[in-house]
């Protein structure tokens, strides 16, 4: 059974351990989630891919050795920043909040996550798929010394993934592709009192931005996500007032929906500079696929039932963002998002939790995983 104070109690630990990222240190909090889940009888192990970003992997062995089921939150925070009223480290309880750095994102979901796995241990739970659970470092800075290298070098190798990471009860099912370019233009120097002996690549530029903007690619219509977007991050050009610039670089962000490609953009982006310059340079700085899954899959439809039983207000819904949910779609892993924090708080100062959302967070999650044992089909021996 779900232990309301113990959960409380846990979560205020988790907040009182500084995991910022930036500067980046993981190593305390994880040492500490390993002995919590050593003490239940888990069978723990810790991995580094850079001093102190330290992972927590921990298997809940069950009877099924050929199936596995992956509950994921990390570990790292932002940067406090200034001006909190209650203290960021302190865990201070509040008119029915936790506030603190990471309530919200992300140590309501690993105490949720211990507290729904201590539950089970308690009640001699044995699923009949091997529980896996990774608390993972870097998530804020892009996951390259997390999640990402677990994948990739197949110490993470479950056959389904809830990733812990939303607010409010709320069940991601899609999400957009990410793409950041950076564009360099190559003009020609001249005096700026003589701009006609020169090529003007800020101009080249500002041709060009617009007429990607003006662009609309064709896509199909989402129920859970907004239309494409287009929005230039950053601009830098010319070396001086008096010159005509002859180097000019801007940086885009590119967001779009499932069924597109991001080839498209890239096209349609070498399309406009050839229409106005030769010399131009495509530099693709990340991408990150779009993500779908379907509704009536059992992750999706189990959490649906345990929130309702529950009484969570849960909204299936699309993520405008990039999340890692995406990192398991290469490695064919079907995956979902959800989360207990509460909407608007991450990355804020005085960061909180609504302590009924940790509380039905936990009851949800240990409901879910026992749902999911009787609804999931079992991959034969």
């Given at each position: 059974m779900v232990d309301k104070a113990r959960l409380i109690s846990l979560a205020q630990e988790l907040i009182r351990i500084d995991s910022q990222n930036p500067p980046g240190n993981?190593?305390?909090?994880?040492?500490?989630?390993?002995a919590y889940l050593q003490k239940l009888g888990l069978a723990v192990k810790l991995f580094e891919f850079k001093k102190n970003r330290t992972n927590v992997l921990a298997t809940l062995a069950g009877r099924n050795k050929n199936y596995s089921l992956l509950l994921t939150p990390h570990l790292d925070t932002v940067p406090a920043g200034k001006n909190w009223r209650f203290s960021p480290f302190k865990a201070t309880v509040s008119g029915g909040k936790l506030y603190g750095l990471g309530a919200t994102d992300c140590k309501v979901n690993i105490a949720c996550a211990l507290e729904a796995i201590n539950s089970l241990v308690e009640e001699n739970t044995v699923l009949d798929y091997n529980l896996i659970f990774a608390a993972t470092a870097d998530e804020e800075c892009g996951s390259e010394l997390g999640l990402i290298p677990l994948l990739n070098k197949g110490i993470l190798k479950p056959d389904a993934a809830v990733v812990?990471?939303?607010?409010?009860?709320?069940?991601?099912?899609?999400?957009?592709?990410?793409?950041?370019?950076?564009?360099?233009?190559?003009?020609?120097?001249?005096?700026?009192?003589?701009?006609?002996?020169?090529?003007?690549?800020?101009?080249?530029?500002?041709q060009i931005l617009s007429d990607l903007k003006k662009e609309r690619c064709a896509y199909v219509k989402n129920k859970y996500l907004k239309p494409p977007t287009l929005n230039i991050g950053t601009i830098r050009g010319g070396d001086k007032v008096n010159v005509v610039a002859d180097w000019c670089e801007f940086e885009l962000d590119f967001r779009y929906l499932p069924q597109m490609k991001a080839k498209e953009f890239l096209d349609r982006a070498r399309a406009v500079c050839k229409?106005?310059?030769?010399?131009?340079?495509?530099?693709?700085?990340?991408?990150?696929?779009?993500?779908?899954?379907?509704?009536?899959?059992?992750?999706?439809?189990?959490?649906?039932?345990?929130?309702?039983?529950?009484?969570?207000?849960?909204?299936?819904?699309?993520?405008?963002?990039?999340?890692?949910?995406?990192?398991?779609?290469?490695?064919?892993?079907?995956?979902?998002?959800?989360?207990?924090?509460?909407?608007?708080?991450?990355?804020?100062?005085?960061?909180?939790?609504?302590?009924?959302?940790?509380?039905?967070?936990?009851?949800?999650?240990?409901d879910f995983l026992s749902r999911y044992n009787k609804e999931i089909k079992w991959k034969e021996s």
């Open positions: 993981e190593a305390a909090l994880a040492h500490f989630t390993r812990l990471d939303s607010d409010d009860f709320d069940i991601v099912v899609e999400q957009k592709g990410l793409l950041h370019v950076k564009i360099s233009l190559q003009g020609k120097r001249a005096h700026g009192a003589y701009p006609w002996l020169g090529v003007n690549a800020i101009d080249l530029a500002i229409k106005y310059t030769r010399k131009f340079r495509i530099e693709i700085q990340g991408v990150q696929k779009p993500y779908s899954i379907a509704k009536t899959h059992p992750l999706v439809s189990c959490l649906a039932q345990s929130m309702k039983k529950h009484k969570a207000l849960s909204t299936i819904k699309g993520s405008e963002g990039a999340t890692v949910i995406t990192f398991f779609l290469d490695k064919q892993i079907p995956a979902v998002a959800t989360g207990f924090g509460s909407q608007g708080c991450a990355h804020t100062v005085d960061e909180y939790v609504k302590v009924d959302n940790l509380y039905k967070g936990a009851l949800v999650l240990e």
